[in-house]
């Protein structure tokens, strides 16, 4: 590992203009590339005290051995000198965007003599218009098929084109009337040259000439009373418009346009874009990338825009190009853009109507190619069992932890405490092994004295099981920690689609009715907790308080991706492109999403409680059983004892538990119409949670008043 202030520049030898840097490592290849509007304010970032330097940028000046930089008259100069760089070095530390796929095109070879419709891939070649990138092949094999009817340009490969030629026999496109076979001279090169600039006229969008070219022509041959050729040019239409139908009008006026959204999260990010070409959806393609460099969302962006048109000039880059967050500064880019295109090109963020629309949906495209990344990276067994490895020897644990426990509380601003467990076995999620509590041992936020509670309830249940089943060994009783009158406000595993948990109704039973022993029996060989040193030392605390000393723990802090053990007063710093990370973020990122999901459903509900809460033993049947038979819940407070056992399912004690229920609770407010100032006292609106009438939103906070945690 070097050290930065072995090749620091000398004071007053980095010049103070526009300029591109090279960092080079001690074999002297390229690892790191950037650009800047001043050299010696940017330089001067990177050769500072490295415990204020981002991990990523520490591990990078660290990495390297000598820097050099070249001075540039401009911002837009130092932009295209950076990606030429960057071509040419690929450089390890710089982001890089990488294709999960080829991309196929819709291309038409107008250099040729004849011009042939095909699909292409790869590089760009001089003289072919491209259409696209579609996202499959069979996509624009489907659309040409429909347009060859009107436009039956050529498509065979150069070597049938020679044979047909040769032998005087076209091939059966030509023979059905979806080739105009130039092969054998059924049309010259000019009128072949025309018919696939036509075809490129309205694959660009320009559709409406033809249209209205075609039934003119229908209607002149009807009137003519040429009914088979009427009939063709009808069916040549309803091919056109099929064709159209296939990439749907987003945007009006014609509009030009590229969108890019991206998804992120602290290692890797997503960047989907949508080419929208004469308002329509022309091609849509995406990358993922490793987050080599600390980077902002416009730095993102910005590397997506050198990539996508680096190598692009004239139409290929459109008029607009619409983005999540703009580069820092935008001038240069915005001119950078102009340049390639040879006109003005306005970079910006949609802030309304429809182009925002059709951003958000953009952006939902690059969450879910995000998350797939993840999904398919996950499934590997070889990369599973390489990040447990790597877990096992960054924690120095005897063996790989082949089941992983997560803890994440949540709350907004101290309501609502609750806490999650998520479960990992062989590094895949066990969804119907997670749990939910509440938090019930004291009120307010609390993070630390939260997690405490949170661990030493879920451990008790280990012990009790241990003991249970004859493999306690210590002497003591944990079963008398069921008895301690905390409420445990353990609730059962999720439903494997909603993520809805359902009540286990654990009262001190330590089996379920089939015999099967509880899920809380199992240990896991590895606890994670998100946060830092005071969340790991109260779940230390928790375990050595119960005796339990075989269980190793962890944190994983948010902010930098750091993580924490017990005891030490560093953090153990995981290289970025170490799957044992990623899989403790995966996890981290799940616990976190589970308590969440369960925090804002409890408050939900807590705001949508109703008198019929309060009767111990109703379920939500026959409570919307009884809204039901009675109309509204005023009604059945109204409602004598005999009325209610009416309803099936209500027996006499139920009935006079519910009669009490409701004479204890204070009637609410009458609603009022808001346009007439009318008090509607007649019908109470249905609190009970249920289905049966609109949803209860009088009360809910505005999420924005607060943060979830």
């Known amino acids: 590992m070097a050290d930065p202030s072995s090749y620091r520049p000398r004071p007053g030898e980095i010049p103070d203009s526009p300029g591109v840097y090279r960092f080079r490592d001690e074999h002297r290849r390229v690892i790191y590339v950037g650009k800047a509007k001043s050299l010696r304010q940017r330089l001067a970032n990177y050769f500072q005290d490295l415990a204020n330097l981002h991990p990523r940028t520490r591990t990078m000046v660290t990495t390297a051995a000598s820097v050099e930089w070249t001075v540039v008259s401009t911002e837009v100069e130092a932009l295209q000198l950076e990606y030429s760089w960057i071509k040419e070095y690929d450089p390890r530390f710089n982001v890089k965007y990488r294709d999960d796929k080829s991309y196929p095109y819709l291309a038409v070879t107008m250099n040729e003599e004849f011009p042939r419709v095909q699909v292409m891939r790869g590089h760009k070649k001089k003289g072919v218009r491209y259409f696209g990138p579609y996202a499959h092949a069979w996509a624009i094999r489907d659309t040409v098929d429909l347009l060859l009817r009107v436009f039956p340009v050529r498509t065979c490969s150069a070597g049938v084109f020679k044979n047909a030629a040769r032998t005087g ?148 880059v459109p008029k607009e190009v619409l983005v999540p967050a703009l580069p820092e500064p935008v001038e240069p880019v915005q001119e950078w853009l102009t340049g390639r295109r040879g ?51 960054a924690l120095d644990l005897d063996s790989a932890p082949l089941r992983i426990e997560c803890y994440d509380i949540s709350h907004l601003q101290g309501d609502d405490v609750v806490a999650s467990m998520v479960v990992f076995e062989d590094g895949l999620q066990r969804k119907s092994e997670y749990r939910r509590f509440q938090i019930k041992g004291f009120a307010g936020q609390d993070d630390v004295r939260s997690m405490h509670e949170v661990i030493t309830r879920r451990f008790r249940r280990y012990l009790a099981e241990k003991e249970r089943t004859g493999e306690w060994t210590d002497g003591t009783d944990p079963a008398d920690a069921l008895t301690d009158g905390d409420g445990d406000g353990t609730l059962a595993g999720p439903d494997a689609m909603t993520g809805g948990p359902q009540d286990d109704g654990i009262t001190g039973a330590l089996k379920d009715d089939d015999g099967r022993p509880k899920k809380f029996a199992y240990p896991p060989q590895l606890v994670v907790v998100d946060g830092g040193q005071p969340q790991v030392a109260a779940a230390r605390r928790a375990l050595d308080e119960l005796g339990i000393d075989d ?70 049947t026959r409570k919307q059983a009884l809204v039901k038979h009675f109309g509204s819940v ?37 609603a009022v119409n808001t346009a007439t100032g009318e008090i509607i006292d007649d019908e109470e609106p249905d609190t009970t949670g249920g289905t049966s009438g609109e949803p209860v939103t009088a009360g809910v906070p505005d999420e924005r008043r607060g943060q979830e945690t």
Not at 248 to 254: E, H, I, K, N, P
Request: aromatic share 4%.
């Open 169 to 316: 026999r076209p091939c059966l496109l030509g023979y059905i009337g979806k080739c105009s076979a130039p092969c054998v001279g059924r049309i010259t090169p000019e009128d072949h040259q025309d018919l696939a600039e036509e075809f490129c006229d309205f694959m660009a969008g320009r559709t409406g000439t033809y249209l209205r070219r075609l039934e003119k022509q229908m209607m002149e041959a009807a009137e003519e009373m040429e009914y088979e050729r009427a009939a063709r040019l009808r069916d040549d239409i309803e091919a056109l418009k099929k064709a159209m139908e296939k990439n749907a009008v987003v945007l009006a006026d014609a509009t030009d346009a590229d969108l890019i959204a991206v998804a992120e999260d602290e290692l890797e990010a997503a960047v989907q874009i949508f080419h929208v070409r004469g308002g329509r959806v022309r091609g849509q393609r995406g990358w993922v990338t490793d987050k080599v460099e600390e980077v902002t969302t416009g730095a993102l962006v910005e590397h997506a825009l050198q990539q996508l048109y680096g190598e692009e000039t004239g139409d290929a």
């Open 343 to 393: 006109a003005n090109v306005s970079l910006r963020i949609p802030q309304r109507g429809d182009k925002k629309a059709l951003m958000e949906t953009v952006q939902r495209n690059a969450q879910q190619a995000l998350a797939l990344h993840k999904t398919k990276r996950a499934s590997d067994l070889t990369t599973r069992s390489r990040a447990l490895e790597e877990i096992a020897e």
């Open 634 to 670: 005023k009604k059945l407070r109204s409602a004598t004892i005999e009325q209610i056992q009416e309803v099936p399912g209500i027996g006499r004690k139920t009935a006079e538990t519910i009669a009490a229920a409701l004479a204890r609770a204070t009637p609410a407010a009458p």
């Open 551 to 620: 269980i190793a723990v962890c944190g994983l802090a948010k902010r930098l991706e750091e993580v924490w053990v017990p005891g030490e007063d560093d953090p153990v710093v995981l290289p970025r492109t170490s799957e044992g990370l990623y899989m403790l973020q995966r996890v981290r990122d799940e616990a976190h999403r589970f308590a969440i999901t369960y925090q804002r459903t409890k408050r939900a509900k807590r705001f949508r409680a109703g008198p019929l809460d309060d009767v111990p033993g109703l379920g939500e």
